[in-house]
């Protein structure tokens, strides 16, 4: 039987990527929007800051801050830039869990520091105040795709 991971009839790409996050009526606007800055060129990030309004528990102001990422030349930069800056321990952190981080979508979930952001470090996220990040992947092949197909294509981009 053929290896699948060595199927050249396989063919993914990154379809999008999602960023969203939240900021409460004690944190600066402004400074979340900046932190960004630290994964998405400014020209970009422009175009694609979105703030909707919300409410909280006991009526608090809370932002919801959506990034999503569609043209290939963005998804790509975004792409090299969590993969040099996430340490070896996130990557294998990422690698040991990824099946339980990949849904039936294909849709690779995991979320990021937003205080680490800030400071300008990419780092996964040990605390609750994160971006959630999710990966979209698009099959453009008529083959049939495996979990393993999908892992080797994140570790070929040096996500795992």
Same mark, same amino acid.
């Given at each position: 039987?053929?290896?699948?991971?060595?199927? /050249?009839?396989?063919?993914?790409?990154?379809?999008?990527?999602?960023?969203?996050?939240?900021?409460?009526?004690? *944190?600066?606007?402004?400074?979340?929007?900046?932190?960004?800055?630290?994964?998405? /060129?400014?020209?970009?990030? *422009? *175009?694609?800051?979105?703030?909707?309004?919300?409410?909280?528990?006991?009526?608090?102001?809370?932002?919801?801050?959506?990034?999503?990422?569609?043209?290939?030349?963005?998804?790509?930069?975004?792409?090299?830039?969590?993969?040099?800056?996430?340490?070896?321990? $996130?990557?294998?952190?990422?690698?040991?869990?990824?099946?339980?981080?990949?849904?039936?979508? @294909?849709?690779?979930?995991?979320?990021?520091?937003?205080?680490?952001?800030?400071?300008?470090?990419?780092?996964?996220?040990?605390?609750?105040?994160?971006?959630?990040?999710?990966?979209?992947?698009?099959?453009?092949?008529?083959?049939?795709?495996?979990?393993?197909?999908?892992?080797?294509?994140?570790? $070929?981009?040096? @996500?795992?």
């Amino acid at each position: 039987m053929e290896n699948p991971l060595t199927n /050249p009839s396989i063919s993914l790409k990154i379809r999008q990527i999602e960023f969203r996050t939240h900021a409460h009526n004690t *944190e600066s606007i402004e400074k979340v929007k900046n932190s960004f800055l630290n994964l998405i /060129p400014k020209e970009i990030l *422009e *175009e694609t800051f979105q703030i909707n309004n919300c409410t909280g528990t006991f009526s608090q102001k809370i932002l919801d801050v959506l990034i999503v990422l569609k043209i290939q030349k963005s998804i790509k930069y975004v792409i090299a830039k969590i993969a040099e800056n996430l340490s070896n321990e $996130d990557k294998n952190q990422l690698k040991s869990s990824f099946e339980s981080r990949l849904d039936g979508k @294909l849709k690779l979930y995991f979320r990021l520091d937003k205080q680490f952001l800030t400071l300008g470090k990419i780092k996964l996220a040990e605390t609750s105040d994160v971006i959630q990040v999710i990966i979209a992947i698009q099959n453009k092949s008529h083959s049939q795709i495996t979990t393993d197909n999908i892992k080797k294509y994140f570790m $070929d981009l040096n @996500l795992l």
